[in-house]
T-cell receptor
């Protein structure tokens, strides 16, 4: 059973618009949550890591929240650019970084059009 | 330079042939991983290596084996490839630490087609 569900599956926005990507999970324990960006045909690049209950992070135009009680995270992208076109993947770790299992979502495909 | 390098980028093999996928990293990371990515699914862990000759099965190890003889190199081997092993394979590496926000680095992937 999939333990990390992302929505929407795909999303089309116009350049300059904001968007919100959702991640719901059932992984227990939930030590941390990561968001990655994957350009077509490329590897995953880390955007942010959330660790604590009600954590919030910001990385330029990307910001993320984590609600461990609800087992839910959001990734906000502000003022989208054409280069934001990619698949965004939510990953939940059940222990500190390398020592536990990482549970990957299937990703949200974001397409930014002019 | 902080990167994970995978070779080759693309590979076409016939069913029953042996396959060798190579991965290297230049960060002296103890831990390395092999994942596969299939359409509509999240990445699935095949094997994890905690250091030289210290390898553990992941969630889908059947049909695969690995080799780690040097810290910077981690190989994935398919003995007698099957068509259902057609996939994109990713290698990743990180320091072995309990620090939750330790960075995880991925290679660009190897697209394997088994005909």
């Amino acid at each position: 059973k999939t333990q990390v569900e992302q929505s929407p599956q795909s999303l089309v926005v116009r350049q300059g618009e904001n968007c919100v990507l959702q991640c719901n999970y059932s992984v227990t324990p939930d030590n941390h949550l990561r968001w990655f960006k994957q350009d077509t045909g490329k590897g995953l690049v880390s955007l942010t890591v959330l660790v604590h209950e009600n954590d919030k992070t910001s990385n330029g135009r990307y910001s993320a929240t984590l609600d461990k009680d609800a087992k839910h995270s959001t990734l906000h992208i502000t003022a989208t650019l054409l280069d934001d076109t990619a698949t965004y993947i939510c990953v939940v770790g059940d222990r500190g970084s390398a020592l536990g299992r990482l549970h990957f979502g299937a990703g949200t495909q974001l397409i930014v059009i002019p | 330079d902080m990167k994970v390098t995978q070779m080759p980028r693309y590979l076409i093999k016939r069913m029953g042939e042996n396959v060798l996928l190579e991965c290297g990293q230049d960060m002296s990371h103890e831990t390395m991983y092999w994942y596969r990515q299939d359409p509509g699914l999240g990445l699935q862990l095949i094997y994890i290596s905690y250091d030289v000759d210290s390898n553990s099965e992941g969630d889908i190890p059947k049909g695969y084996r690995v080799s780690r003889k040097k810290r910077e190199h981690f190989s994935l081997i398919l003995d007698s490839a099957k068509t259902n092993q057609t996939s994109v394979y990713f290698c990743a590496s990180s320091f072995r630490t309990e620090i939750s926000n330790e960075r995880l680095f991925f290679g660009h992937g190897t697209k394997l087609s088994v005909l």
